[in-house]
């Protein structure tokens, strides 16, 4: 068994507030973020498949709140909610918000790529 802090997690992306800090664990990665109020995915996802992160997450939001756009329309998550986001969502802070997700490695590592600016 292993217990996991966010520092214990390597940082993908930092900047502007936003610390996406991600490691594989076998066919899964974990994945711990903080996005600060106003901080808007949908800019860096342009270019995916709909301009919208391809990638499912299951995960748990510990605080803030934020809204999942996707191409059926809009849902609000905030702190205390367990959460699925399918494929086809860009997520953007209504208020300070902190999560932590697993997803797919091979799916999120595209999708870093694609965020830090290489090919997805």
Sequence with gaps: MRV????DL???IEDGGVE?????FGENSIAWVRLPAGADLRPGLTGLPGDLCQCPHWGYMISGRLVMHTKDGDSTYEAGQA???APGHAPEALEDCEYVD???SAELGAVVRHLQGGAA
């Design 10 to 12: 390597p940082m993908a």
């Design 83 to 85: 959460f699925y986001w």
């Design 102 to 104: 697993v997803s797919p």
């Design 20 to 24: 996406f800090r991600t490691d594989p």
């Design 4 to 7: 996991l802090n966010r520092t």
